[in-house]
């Protein structure tokens, strides 16, 4: 991995670039339209394996292209931006202005960099809608939907994969055909089973789809706190975070300078940029919630719809009537803006201005296309909170939000919990569907137990393994840092991975056509001991190879047909072979025949033998 | 955590020893039998909790009680052989004379150090059967059902602590009662439900228990290879092991030195250990596993039983016609075991003598009470295997050989696999308890996914959860290092870590009386913010600090009512607080006082301000 550092700058920006490891980035045209390129990795198996390449899902945009210029001065090339305009909907115009509060009134040293260049946003123009899901209604196939079948796909006709669906699989009543066509993406976001979330202010990115019906996708969350970071580190810990697999970002920055750091992170992001805007509406009122009103809040909106923020969490379910089901609580509130909204209920004794004026929001959201991502303020922080009567009010508030912003045609997806204990996910995963009328779930884990703070990737990548397979559709990663403080780059990557896996076993149980793929590459490399090829094809091939060679270094052992762990005298897979051998000659001649020769069946260990001894 | 250094002999022998932090031992007495005391691990509060100490179950051994006399060339107490001797039924021996290739014929500097104390063995008088299981169907309560039970209620009923049962738990079909008692043990093990791996060789182990009806347990495995590590190093990772919480400890050396490496480990190990004797009788052969015979492998029994080994896992249920179902498999055969099996089936063209001589093994194990550990040693390696007719045949077998295990009053649990993605292990848990008439099922992750190596304690961490939810006994630990090198301390430590986690989860999914007492101190300490409780509380203190001090480092920052992730603005605990004073005070009234005294909320915040402004 290179690393592409820009000094030209007052702000270093150094961003990871370069291929993974025996990786080519390919890129898929459309039929419909056939300027489109669908970016996917191939991975290379070495010559002795006599395989294609595997193909896998690249959210990693052209930081790991070789052949693409780079230049986050610039930001990402605007792809998608002519899509949009031949769609004859739209209009450029001045835009609001920044102010001073937009940054939260940071000046001179402590006034982060603008981004350099300036684009005039998109809006919708007058009595028009641009939502993905106003094209699908109308039967429109766009460019973003043949993109997302294509990749969702990976090719697996055209290269003539052997895929088959696993008859013991269990996906819970979802519907996910062998082959997604462009008519399949715009059926599922018509029908508000999916979303795609795609601002027309943010044409950087690469369109991809969040529904049960699809590849499970994860998010990863960046954003500086008014305690640590810079602008830099954020941009990095986005490309960082796609580089291994995050399909989404959201920044959840808060503090100084959130409007200019979002801009770098949006103009170089090849993936939706999802963002909570009342964090940045809070700072505008210097903290104080209970002085939020709803033109600042509709200002932020605004702000963020002009930048190109491709999703929005609001927390417009937090009813008044719900806050003093929280008091008994264990925990009580644990989403920011949940609490946020709780006490200006509490303080103003009414409803949200979120709820009160949530068809107003569903105007602005339609002249961008930002989707919704309505939050769950009530979610759950601790096992004993789990399932409670605030959580679930919440979620049938949030099931009558998603019709508003469907009878407007805006996305919807649900955000879910949280603290949640193995038995009561699935009661969790059915209520939403049966709620939100089928709509997306996207859920934060959930953490099957309290006990393991510095370990909460894993004990919510049970939680997100589980609900993916049940029909979650998009899991938002949990860092080992969770509770304890902000996540590093190495943080990010593990949570990204985590979750990675969780998504990747939910696909394999939901019975995905394709999914299975990569593990029966990865399992014959295994057994052939074809190291590189097994390192190559792991989520972290980092990972795999500086582990193997902490115990085995030399280049030697990657040919070795042994590892560490058993040495060559007891390695199952060594024996195995013998037997996959005895079972193809005919077992009863193979015996007589292996007797004779049986002094020979240790050759390649002996071969190996120097190897060994040297270690 | 100190660390005990003792440089007098020619290894040095560094084992981890002291308190966890905050934490005290304490001891409780037996009723039946006064003398028995079982160790348990308070872990104290601050005192602002105003609440009282939390227990935990404690699987650490005299290690961590400073009052202690820990001499590793001694040995621990031999605290069980007053129970054993008292039964009448054992007699001292001279035991199996040690030989040679017992050590691999290691020699002079070559072979390792000899365990200072010798022990005779005890064995049971002949016509008598000193297994646990022998005196439960007898009616007959031992020491060690007492101190189980104790050990699993974790006082909770003395303590009055105000634990229930989860209303939406499931435990389908488990059937876990509110306090455990020592007849209830008894039943358990008659029914064979319920193993404890207590060789009466072995009076420095804890008593514990394997079954659905009772915490689920892990197990850890330790032992050089071929290529890696030392004596030393396999005593402090079995020390290192327990001291986070492995219930159960193998032995899975191979190579030279296995006898004096293990009689190390066994006389200084206050949990079961387990080994694949196997392995060792392999050794004896040379590697060459068709020249394995039923004469070598007994004589490898005896050594081990007198040595005291808890457990052996036996691959008996791998039958000839098995072993060609494995031939069309992605990864064959991955046990090891299972494929020195295989080998030697293929290669003599018969039934292995694990599986002819099965009664007489039973003779041997009854002896010294060593309980089975039938070997799945045509598990999948890959998810592409699992759930095969090579798999099933295996465990319908095994469910046979566990039926004449019984006859001879033997312990019996069951190995499982390995990999299988997550809608295919609720299948193999309910064949296994059918198949295996409810015998204790000890599985190996399973492995949801295989493209993760690197990351195989996650992958597998996932099902471990859900099978031990499903009523999976104990569950086998797997490591990062899983598929690419021999484990080191760490690799342990994080393994260890993520079992407890996915058997804690499963605890509480299955609705266990007391599991979520833990969950619920630790979740009021965060949402009190009491950092170093919080830290306490969790099964790694050390890596929740470690993670808390990276952002957070002063001392100041260990009672701010905030943390790195929010700031103080942003914090939604600070929040909740206040919708729970409003709450508890009456919505209408407060708000207007709310109003009144709105300036001041933030005070907490602004007496914060300064432990903020100086990171």
Known sequence: MDVMNIESKPEKMEVSTGPLPASRKVYVSGTEFPDIKVPMR??????????????????????????????????????????????????????????????????????AEEFPVKHRPLRAKAGQNVTQMEYARRGIITPEMEFIAIRENMSRAELGEDYKRDEYAEDFGANIPDEITPEFVRQEVAEGRAIIPANINHPEAEPMIIGRNFLVKINANIGNSAVASSVGEEVEKMVWATRWGADNVMDLSTGRNIHNTREWIIRNSAVPIGTVPIYQALEKVNGVAEDLTWEVFRDTLIEQAEQGVDYFTIHAGVLLRYVPMTAKRVTGIVSRG??????????????????????????????????????????????????????????????????????????????????VSMNKIKINMDKQLKECHEAPFYTLGPLTTDIAPGYDHITSGIGAAMIGWFGCAMLCYVTP???????????????????KIAAHAADLAKGHPGAQLRDDALSRARFDFRWEDQFNLALDPEKAREFHDQTMPKEAHKVAHFCSMCGPKFCSMKISQEVRQFADNGMAEMAEKFKETGAELYQTVDANKKANDSL
Chains 1, 2 share one sequence.
């Open 338 to 419: 949940g609490s946020i909204m709780a006490k200006w209920c509490l303080f103003h004794h009414k409803e949200s201005f979120l709820y009160t004026h949530f068809e107003e929001i569903c105007e602005i959201m339609k002249a961008y296309d930002v989707s919704f991502s309505l939050g769950d303020g009530l979610r759950p922080g601790s096992i004993a909170d789990a399932n409670d009567e605030a959580q679930f009010g919440e979620l049938e508030t949030l099931g009558e939000l998603t019709k508003i912003a469907w009878k407007h045609n805006v996305q919807v997806m649900i955000e879910g919990p949280g603290h």
């Open 481 to 499: 840092k969770e509770h304890l403080g902000l996540p590093d780059r190495e943080d990010v990557k593990v949570g990204v991975i985590t979750y």
């Open 42 to 111: 191939e991975i290379d198996l070495h010559p002795s394996a006599n395989e294609k390449p595997v193909r896998v899902y690249d959210t990693s945009g052209p930081y790991t292209d070789p052949q693409a210029k780079i230049d986050m001065y610039k930001g990402l090339e605007r792809k998608r931006t002519a899509w949009i305009k031949a769609r004859g909907d739209v209009e450029e115009y001045e835009g609001r202005e920044i102010k001073a509060e937009d940054n939260g009134n940071a000046s001179g040293k402590y006034l």
